[in-house]
């Protein structure tokens, strides 16, 4: 364990990395480190990550290490669904703190590119 004090509260011996310690002190993922994984799964058709894309709607790492990614998809008959749904269950598992993964479908609000998508994935998109 390390013991630099966490500088965010000098009188606390926990140390603090970026959101990343858990309740016991175990290294426990944050919603930005989960983004950033699922920032690697990219929409097979749209070559743009999902995240850019704006189809993950919430994630959410539960005290028993269970995640909970809702996400959507570019439209309900999405051919390869279940490839991308697989893709962020494997790019999430490796997390700190993860114990097992579960990918909820979700189709309200309906996705948009237009309000959804990060400025760089409209603009990939043609959208401006």
Do not use: F, H, K
Not at 27 to 48: C, K, Q, W
Not at 68 to 87: E, F, V
Request: with cysteine; aromatic share 4%.
């Amino acid at each position: 364990m390390n013991d630099t004090p966490n500088p965010q509260n000098p009188d606390d011996p926990t140390p603090a990395a970026s959101g990343l310690i858990g309740g016991a002190g175990e290294p426990r993922a944050d919603e930005a480190s989960i983004l950033a994984a699922l920032s690697e799964v990219y929409d097979p058709e749209l070559g743009i990550d999902i995240v850019a894309l704006g189809l993950v709607y919430a994630v959410q790492l539960d005290n028993d290490g269970l995640l909970i990614i809702q996400m959507t998809l570019t439209t309900p008959y999405c051919p390869l669904g279940s490839t991308i749904q697989a893709q962020a269950l494997a790019v999430c598992m490796p997390l700190p703190g993860v114990e097992s993964v579960r990918v909820e479908l979700v189709w309200s609000p309906p996705w948009d590119p237009r309000t959804m998508a990060s400025d760089d994935a409209r603009l990939l998109l043609g959208i401006y």
